[in-house]
């Protein structure tokens, strides 16, 4: 399979990270306290959590203890179960309903939403949907331009005012737009916004009221964008922007890094929000669904 | 920043101190405790490791256990050991001895390298220097317009070329340029990648070789995991950096990147970002950080920057003004314009030693400002002066005008009332120190 491959490229150092340092930690040794401390460790360093790695570490403890643990296989069996447990089935993002779907993009500030929309266009492009982008990133100098470069290259549609405009305004005209021109998909980028910033956010819900207001079901997705360089801050980031617009999935970025995007398994866990997507690399075709399956495979090969 | 492990280990600190006679065994449980904040905090788990041995050392030596308070004894070991973590004093940046002083910025996508330069181009022009912006971000789309943007906010030329290709040598044109207008500070903004990507890092090595600049500088998210160390070591290895500046600073990140980027490199913290209005570049006081930490404020921050908002001759003017009971409706509001400046208030507010933990879930509402401001800027000139002949049909208009209600003007001439009769009372005592800032440093 030639997407597994590349994730499993992708993944190497994901791999490298938590299922090698498993194996050198553990191997000819017997499953001691010290073992399973330095396992511990290694769950921490891959941003898991510490609350999370510290269940994970209770049942490994009894289960050793009551003998039905052994050895190191027996260990990387448990944590394979465990940790595909934690991320359920896969939730793709999937078009569905009446068009135009709104997709509404949101995050902190340098996440990737504008390059994950980019992608996501080029996706739903070549699949055959008819596109429209929202330059709704009225704040950051050249994010309206940065949107037109991916419009040009992907042929998507556009809908832009002035830099300093009204968001709002410009989501709500998007939609409208794309209703009557029978346009399939629109995405909307927002101005990258800290969670801690309340007025931001309540800008944040204004987007999505005026699209509420055009289209009552829309949008249909509310894609959180998460840094998978982000630490234990990512949940505060998904607790923020899920009160404020209730997120229904999250694109995961920067996976081709060493970055171990262990903070998925605690997001999930916590807030059961499936992750969507994932960003392993710059090119057009490197955003892809996330498939739990392949993700702990490619782990734990 | 910082707040919720400064409320961690706050509550960590109590039961310590509440202990007259300490064991082992409550040292062993308050390190524990400790361990799982700066793990929560994202400090990368080798720094905590180390950190809590150190403690543990120097805490169970017998000159703290036989003190007569061995727990602030231990709070006193924890404090320095976050100082020494973090660095000892402020590090400001190094100026070449022949112009222009050339700064690069590296770092990974988004960590927010293109804004970073702009705040610290308007930085140096604040401090009288002559700053040039170098547009060396060939990748990202549109990445060279944001900086002509950013350049345009803050008045300072920016060297770009739409058609280069090579980032190497438009660098080296841009120095050029440099030279020949003058300018005694570059700062190059490079392209966001990755620390494993060798090619791209080749690249700025290969830049650094050509123009050899004087400081290079990791921009680096302070809401960043435990992969900050791989980066920073990354960067460091490969480039050679001389500082970072930690942005999203005003995100609520325990800051355990902060702590643990600095453990690994050795590098000293220079700056950090709080805010993403551009003149929101703070100088980096570890100190005065492992204060805030540890819950104790940061009161020279604020004064500091109460003094670049309000300058001393201003606030003479308003001294005597308030002398001769004169504190108009336009003073109230220039002064409100000015702390505006300063920052978000809660941020102002949690720098003061104690607040922190207080008001962790106030929501302060800005708007209010925004409010008293259109209120005072819909007064005719002589109302602003003289609140006598604001009547209840000057009321009306005012509040039409302002889009607010009679009620909120009513409140905001009570309030003025008020400050005034305040103003009379400091008058009364030492009116000099009232309102003359204090210097520093």
Known sequence: MKFLSKLKAGLTKTKKSIVERVETALINRKIDASAIEEIEDILVTSDIGATTTAEIISLLKKRVLAGEIRDLSGVKTYLRAEMASLLDKPQPLVLSGKSPFVILTVGVNGVGKTTTIGKLAARFIHEGNTVMLTAADTFRAAAIEQLEIWADRTGAGIVKHHSGSDPAAVAFDAVEAAKHRGIDVVIVDTAGRLHTKNQLMEGLKKIKRVIEKSIPDAPQEVLLVVDATTGQNALMQAQAFNEAVDITGIALTKLDGTAKGGIIFAIKKKFDIPVRLIGIGEGVDDLKDFNPGDFIEALFE | ?441
């Open chain 2, 1 to 441: 920043m910082f707040e919720s492990l400064s409320n961690k280990l706050d509550s960590i600190f109590k039961k310590l101190k509440g202990k007259g006679l300490l064991k082992e065994e409550d040292i062993d449980v308050a390190l524990k405790e400790i361990r799982l904040a700066l793990l929560e905090a994202d400090v990368n788990f080798k720094v905590v490791k180390d950190f809590v041995q150190h403690v543990k050392e120097k805490a169970i030596g017998k000159d703290v256990m036989d003190s007569i308070s061995p727990g602030q004894q231990v709070i006193k070991i924890v404090h320095d050991e976050l100082c020494e973590m973090l660095g000892s004093t402020n590090t400001k940046i190094q100026l070449a001895p022949n112009p222009p002083t050339i700064i690069m910025m590296v770092g990974l996508h988004g960590s927010g390298k293109t804004t970073t330069a702009a705040k610290l181009g308007r930085f140096f022009k604040k401090e009288g220097r002559k700053p040039m912006l170098v547009a060396a971000d060939l990748q990202r789309p549109a990445a060279i317009d944001q900086l002509i943007a950013l350049g345009k906010q803050i008045d300072i030329p920016v060297f770009y070329s739409k058609e280069a290709k090579d980032p190497k040598s438009l660098c080296e044109d841009a120095l050029k340029r440099a030279r020949l207008d003058g300018r005694n500070i570059l700062i190059l903004d490079t392209a966001g990648r990755l620390h494993i990507d060798e090619g791209l890092m080749n690249e700025l090595s290969q830049i650094k070789a050509k123009v050899n600049p004087k400081e290079v500088l990791l921009v680096a998210d302070a809401m960043t995991g435990q992969d900050a160390v791989n980066m920073a070591e990354g960067f460091n290895d490969q480039i050679g950096i001389d500082g970072i500046i930690l942005t999203k600073v005003d995100s609520d990140a325990r800051g355990g990147a902060a702590l643990s980027i600095r453990k690994v490199t050795g590098r000293p913290i220079k700056f950090i970002g709080v805010g993403e209005k551009i003149e929101m570049l703070e100088p980096f006081h570890p100190g005065r950080i492992a204060d805030r930490i540890l819950g104790k404020g940061d009161v020279l921050t604020l004064i500091e920057q109460a003094q670049e908002s309000f300058d001393q001759k201003e606030a003479e003017k308003l001294h005597k003004k308030i002398k001769a009971d004169n504190f108009t409706f336009e003073d109230l509001r220039d002064q409100l314009k000015k702390i505006r400046g300063m920052g978000s208030l809660k941020n102002l507010l949690s720098m003061i030693p104690g607040m922190g933990a207080a008001i962790k879930d106030v929501n302060i509402d800005e708007k209010e400002f925004v409010k008293i401001e259109s209120i005072i800027n819909s007064m005719t000139h002589e109302e602003k002066r003289n609140r006598h002949i604001i009547n209840g049909s000057r009321r009306r208009r005012i509040a039409m005008g302002s889009g607010t209600t009679v009620a909120d003007v009513n409140r905001l001439i009570k309030q003025h009332l008020e400050m005034k009769k305040m103003m009379k009372m400091l008058k009364k005592g030492d009116s000099k120190k009232g309102f003359r800032l204090p210097k520093v440093m």
